[in-house]
């Protein structure tokens, strides 16, 4: 069964870091891109970062430079660092293969605000 599990977030001022984790089924996450995912209240889920099995990272434009995706093969887990945060960020943030499976994780909340 695929299991992706986040965590990692929580509330942090404006200009502050946190690093998201993303435990993923080896089954996945030994052959396929890992995704990172945000949904912000009444907006759509948007991509925010992905990194390839062989750590090729791609970044969307409004965290690039301020965020950092990386992997741990023998935990099989992906983190996200997140630094100099804004209110913007604020939003759940999701993993996910790619292409997405039908399957997401319940997610961890991210709340920018002083």
């Known amino acids: 069964q695929v299991q992706l599990v986040e965590s990692g977030g929580g509330l942090v001022q404006p200009g502050g870091s946190l690093r998201l984790s993303c435990a993923a089924s080896?089954?996945?996450?030994?052959?396929?891109?890992m995704g990172w995912y945000r949904q912000a209240p009444g907006k759509q889920r948007e991509f925010v970062a992905s990194?390839?099995?062989?750590?090729?990272?791609n970044y969307a434009d409004s965290v690039k430079g301020r965020c950092t995706c990386s992997r741990d093969n023998a935990k099989s887990t992906v983190y996200l660092q997140m630094n100099n945060l804004k209110p913007e960020d604020t939003a759940v943030y999701y993993c996910?293969?790619?292409?997405?499976?039908?399957?997401w994780g319940q997610g961890t909340q991210v709340t920018v605000s002083s």
């Open positions: 996910n293969r790619i292409p997405n499976g039908p399957f």
């Open positions: 990194i390839t099995v062989g750590s090729n990272t």
């Open positions: 080896r089954t996945i996450f030994n052959v396929y891109t």
